[in-house]
C-alpha cells in the first residue's frame, strides 16, 4: 500500500502568514490522484483539494495545492483564524486509499 | 445538499460485533460509492470499507476478515458490521460519498460522526 508522510507534524504560525503542508508518498501516487482535508476539533473532515490542484465546492482561492509523483503541498496563502486545524492527504490513485498521519496548523 | 446520519449503539462489548447504519438524505443513494472511515481518538483517519448502490464492495485489507458492508438502496442507508471488535476499535466511526475516478476515490460529504466505545 502507499504510506503517506505528511510534515511537518505541527506548524505554529500566526494570522496573515503563509502555511506550507507537505505529503510524500512512498510510491508514485497514479494519476495524481491526491486529495487534502481540513478537520477542526469535534468535526468530520471536509475536502479541500482533489487531484492534488483542484479546490472543492466553496473552498477560498488563498488555499492551493500542487505537486505530483511522490511530492504534494498544500499551501495556504494568507492564515485567516478560521484555517487553525489539522490537515490531511489521501491518495486515491490505488487500493488500499490511505490517509497522512496529518499536519496540525496552529498558533 | 446530500446529508448523511450514522446511527447505532455508542458501547460494543469485547468480541462481540458492532453494528452502524448510515442514512443518506437530500439525494439519492443510487450510482455512488459509499464508504466507512475510522478515526481513535486523538489519532488519524482510516479507512475500512466501501460499497457501490449495486452491491459492489472493497475492504480495507487489515480489516477484511471482521468487516461487511452492505447496501439498503430503499431505505437510502448503508450499513457496517464489524465482528470480534477490541478497545483498539475504539474509534469515531464516519460515513461517507466517495467519488471513484481511478482505483478508489475521495470523500465529497461526511456524517458528523459516530463514537463507538469497545467496554465492557
Known amino acids: 500500500e502507499v504510506v503517506l508522510t505528511q510534515s511537518p507534524g505541527t506548524l505554529s504560525l500566526s494570522p496573515g502568514e503563509r502555511a506550507t503542508l507537505s505529503c510524500r508518498a512512498s510510491?508514485?501516487?497514479?494519476?495524481?490522484?491526491l486529495a487534502w482535508y481540513q478537520q477542526k476539533p469535534g468535526q468530520a473532515p471536509r475536502l479541500f483539494i482533489y487531484?492534488?490542484?483542484s479546490r472543492a465546492t466553496g473552498i477560498p482561492d488563498r488555499f492551493s495545492g500542487s505537486g505530483s509523483g511522490t511530492d504534494f503541498t498544500l499551501t495556504i496563502s494568507r492564515l485567516e483564524p478560521e484555517d487553525f486545524a489539522v490537515y490531511y492527504c489521501q491518495q486515491y490513485g490505488s487500493s488500499p486509499l490511505t490517509f497522512g498521519g496529518g499536519t496540525k496548523v496552529g498558533i | 445538499q446530500v446529508q448523511l446520519q450514522e446511527s447505532g449503539p455508542g458501547v460494543v462489548k469485547p468480541s462481540e460485533t458492532l453494528s452502524l447504519t448510515c442514512t443518506v438524505s437530500?439525494?439519492?443513494?443510487?450510482?455512488?460509492?459509499w464508504s466507512w472511515i475510522r478515526q481513535a481518538p486523538g489519532k488519524g483517519l482510516e479507512w475500512v470499507a466501501y460499497?457501490?448502490?449495486?452491491?459492489?464492495?472493497n475492504y480495507n485489507p487489515s480489516l477484511q476478515s471482521r468487516v461487511t458492508i452492505s447496501v439498503d438502496t430503499s431505505k437510502n442507508q448503508f450499513s457496517l458490521k464489524m465482528s470480534s471488535v477490541a478497545a483498539a476499535d475504539t474509534a469515531v466511526y464516519y460515513c461517507a460519498r466517495m467519488f471513484r475516478p481511478g482505483a478508489a476515490g475521495f470523500f465529497d460529504y461526511w456524517g458528523q460522526g459516530a463514537l463507538v466505545t469497545v467496554s465492557s
Open positions: 510510491q508514485s501516487v497514479t494519476s495524481n490522484y
Open positions: 487531484a492534488a490542484s
Open positions: 460499497i457501490y448502490s449495486t452491491g459492489n464492495t
Open positions: 437530500g439525494g439519492s443513494i443510487s450510482n455512488y460509492y
